[in-house]
T-cell receptor, first 113, second 112 residues
Framework: GESVGLHLPTLSVQEGDNSIINCAYSNSASDYFIWYKQESGKGPQFIIDIRSNMDKRQGQRVTVLLNKTVKHLSLQIAATQPGDSAVYFC????????????FGQGTILTVHP | DGGITQSPKYLFRKEGQNVTLSCEQN?????MYWYRQDPGQGLRLIYY???????QKGDIAEGYSVSREKKESFPLTVTSAQKNPTAFYLC???????????FGNGTRLTVT
């Protein structure tokens, strides 16, 4: 079936390291992808997005890479800090409907000082 | 500051009672959403609304109801027909289908 999923449910890194969180999607019709960060007890916070006509997009300390050939999305966080510890979700939007935004299960990122 | 306000943060109810969760946004967004989040699972869509006086069922609408009488407000009622209502409920909004969702900080509902 159609799904958005994550390869690794948990990721532990040392402060200052770079982090890479991966996401696989199965619907080739998806044309818009979003990464969210969720801290405990709070709602998801938008990090960065990318459209299907792009391969890479950079923000402040974050980069999203999109590989449409293998339907893979990744979030790279540079110089990871303890404040980056959270659950990270990817989401895909099929673009044809307001309702078709599907979320992955999430990856728990833990940053050790 | 613009944002989405969900209230209350924690809600406790007895089984068999209906309960309404509030969601207000001042972002002037047309579309509003309700998601449910359970441990170990991604967000699941309950209902969404593209414009005032219109709403659509999501993937898990059974046992829930919504209204959209004003652009700023999208309350969710969890009815006694919902078999497993205890969860973290998230409200969101966005400008259009090519823009990210903005989320509130959720309401944790516990039904005993």
């Amino acid at each position: 079936g159609e799904s958005v999923g994550l390869h690794l449910p948990t990721l532990s890194v040392q402060e200052g390291d770079n982090s890479i969180i991966n996401c696989a999607y199965s619907n080739s019709a998806s044309d818009y992808f979003i990464w969210y960060k969720q801290e405990s007890g709070k709602g998801p916070q938008f990090i960065i997005d990318i459209r299907s006509n792009m391969d890479k997009r950079q923000g402040q300390r974050v980069t999203v890479l999109l590989n449409k050939t293998v339907k893979h999305l990744s979030l790279q966080i540079a110089a990871t800090q303890p404040g980056d510890s959270a659950v990270y979700f990817c989401a895909e939007n099929r673009g044809t409907s307001y309702g078709k935004l599907t979320f992955g299960q999430g990856t728990i990122l833990t940053v050790h000082p | 500051d613009g944002g989405i306000t969900q209230s209350p943060k924690y809600l406790f109810r007895k089984e068999g009672q209906n309960v309404t969760l509030s969601c207000e946004q001042n972002l002037n967004h047309d579309a509003m959403y309700w998601y449910r989040q359970d441990p170990g699972q991604g967000l699941r869509l309950i209902y969404y609304s593209q414009i005032v006086n219109d709403f659509q069922k999501g993937d898990i609408a059974e046992g829930y109801s919504v209204s959209r009488e004003k652009k700023e407000s999208f309350p969710l009622t969890v009815t006694s027909a919902q078999k497993n209502p205890t969860a973290f409920y998230l409200c969101a909004s966005r400008t259009d289908k090519g823009s990210p969702l903005h989320f509130g900080n959720g309401t944790r509902l516990t039904v005993t």
